[in-house]
């Protein structure tokens, strides 16, 4: 009788580790899938860089900023709204925002903005940021710094 108790022990252990392995199996299963399906099903974002004509300027000087948008995905996008946003008061941009009505699939375009440095502006580093929206559902935002002198 203790044999058979033996063995009923020895088989149930074996078979909750294989459920448990069979359990984990599934679940990794379950997460390839889901991960998988959102690789299909996320839209490629657009890249997005800035670039300063001047990158050093004075107090009471401007520059133009340059903002480049690529659509890198499969459809055009329609739209488009580019914000720049000066961190400090002391950096102004005319016209800080521009709205492309599309852009085509594998598209670039490019934008340029005034951005005025304040006469009363400190020497250092301002951040200015770029936000687009349109293009792959969500908005996308890179920075790049103004050194003033």
């Known amino acids: ?12 252990s074996g078979l909750t580790r294989h459920l448990r392995t069979v359990g984990i199996a599934a679940v990794a299963v379950v997460v390839l899938l889901v991960l998988g399906w ?5 839209v490629t974002q657009a890249p997005i860089s800035l670039s300063f004509d ?5 107090a009471g000087e401007s520059t133009s900023l340059k903002v ?16 720049i946003v000066p961190e400090s008061a002391a ?20 934008f340029e903005f005034n951005v005025n440095v ?8 301002y951040k200015i940021t770029s ?3 349109g293009i792959g559902g969500k908005a996308q935002s890179t920075s790049a710094y103004l050194e003033v002198e």
């Open 38 to 42: 959102l690789a299909l099903t996320t």
């Open 91 to 110: 950096i102004t941009v005319a016209d800080a925002t521009r709205t492309e009505a599309t852009i085509g699939s594998k598209a670039r375009r490019e």
């Open 54 to 58: 001047k990158q050093q300027v004075k």
């Open 68 to 83: 480049t948008v690529v659509n890198t995905g499969e459809t055009d996008a329609k739209d488009v709204m580019i914000t």
């Open 118 to 125: 304040s006469s009363s502006a400190t020497p250092g580093s």
């Open 1 to 12: 009788m203790e044999d058979l108790r033996g063995m009923a022990d020895e088989v149930g």
């Open 131 to 133: 936000t687009v929206t």
